[in-house]
């Protein structure tokens, strides 16, 4: 089974970044343990990281033909883009959204989200446990 996880905007700077609310894992670390579980899980993982709402765009779009299913953490773009929401419907490839924080506890503009209604669930607040439990329930998907 391929799965591919996508990385939205300024989370190239984990590790550094307001490390109270998002951990102190890079997002090479994640991308690391997230690695070794696929190994372990028998699946097939990429990776992709952009800053920028149409890349983002085009990699749901490029991964038609490869990915069975998608992990996203749209960051930023989670609480305002359309267009990721679109593309997410518009590939049919089941996703999961994903939050290292628990964005429900925080301030009110996190508290919506243009993805969801799009993803088959979400998972919120356990920092780069959020990404391996997604990575579990994906993986499952390949079973029959
Ligand atoms: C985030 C939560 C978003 O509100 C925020 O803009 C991010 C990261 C998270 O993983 O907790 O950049 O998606």
Known sequence: MNILVIHGP???LLGKREPGVYGATTLEGINDALEQDALELGVSLRSYQS???????????????????IIINPAAYTHTSV?????????????IEVHLSNV?????????????PVAQGTIAGFGAESYRLALRVASQWGVS
């Open 83 to 95: 267009a990721i929401r679109d593309a997410i419907a518009g590939v049919g490839i089941p996703a």
């Open 10 to 12: 300024n989370l190239n």
């Open 51 to 69: 800053n920028s709402e149409g890349d983002l765009v085009s990699a749901i779009h490029d991964a038609r033909g490869w990915a069975e299913a």
């Open 104 to 116: 429900h506890a925080r301030e009110p503009f996190r508290q919506h989200s243009y993805i969801a």
